[in-house]
């Protein structure tokens, strides 16, 4: 098995595991939390939030708009 | 302060997102891409100064911003109709970024009076082991000398999905609902 394939098989697991536990969490909501409901609890600090959110616009900046 | 975290004397900690936001501008900075290093290191700075002011319960704004769903479709149809690259998505992207930081930055931290729901740190192990393996490969990339075919990033994996246009579409509609999701989180955080 080569380097790139296992690169890429550990993205596809943690893929597939939250892939998971977004279903899980909709399934069992008591056993498994909501990623919304940890998010709403965490964001209730300003650096958090913060850096969530530029985080998430780096995401679109780069695919969308930085080539 | 953002280098603490207030009312817990004698355990000094560092504030964990401040951090990031500090490493992910030296990463930036690393790869070659300098304005996104300059971005992220500005937004540090920025948030180190409006951290250190005292607020009081009366800075916090009554209503949060509410953005209506359809930006989505509006976003993915923009990206159809002009693709990736261009001016009118840039300037949408840089208008989506600018608001939710705004949006974000007025409300100071609240008291951390609410647990943390039981088992959420799955949601962060899933989290760390995703920058774990990014960091790793990024790390192999750079020492390739910037390209990578055995180690590559995320971006190396994502980028060749989105040439046509139909996947952009889908990929800024999904990048766009689940910025939505995490802000209305943020907004139900300052809820009483």
């Known amino acids: 098995m080569s380097a790139r394939v296992v690169t890429e098989l550990g993205f596809a697991l943690i893929a597939l595991a939250a892939i998971g536990l977004g279903v899980a969490s909709h399934l069992a909501p008591k056993r498994v939390p909501k990623l919304t409901s940890v998010l709403a609890v965490v964001m209730r600090r300003r650096t958090t939030r913060i850096a969530f959110v530029l985080a998430w616009w780096w995401v679109g900046w780069h695919f969308f708009v930085g080539h | ?192």
């Not at chain 2, 953002?2 to 009312?7: D, E, M, R, T, Y």
């Open chain 2, 1 to 192: 302060m953002a280098l603490s975290f207030p009312g817990r004397a004698g355990r000094l900690t560092v504030d964990l997102p401040v951090v990031a936001l500090a490493l992910a501008a030296l990463a930036h900075w690393i790869r070659g891409a300098s304005a996104d290093a300059l971005i992220f290191l500005v937004v540090t700075v920025i948030l180190l100064i409006t951290e250190r002011r005292r607020t009081s319960e009366e800075s916090f704004t009554a209503q949060p911003f509410r953005v209506p769903g359809y930006t989505v479709l509006a976003a993915a149809t923009l990206v159809l109709a002009f693709g990736r690259d261009s001016v009118p998505v840039a300037v949408a992207i840089s208008a989506i970024g600018l608001a939710a930081l705004v949006t974000e930055w007025r409300d100071p931290s609240l008291p951390p009076d609410r647990p943390v729901p039981r088992r959420g740190w799955v949601w962060s192990a899933v989290g760390l082991s995703w920058c774990l393996w990014e960091l790793i490969s990024f790390v192999y990339e750079q020492a390739a000398g910037g390209l990578s075919l055995t180690h590559p990033t995320m971006s190396d994996l994502v980028d060749p999905l989105l040439t046509s246009r139909l996947a952009q579409a889908a990929a800024i509609a999904g990048w766009l609902a689940a910025g939505l999701a995490m802000l209305r989180a943020a907004a139900a955080a300052r809820r009483p």
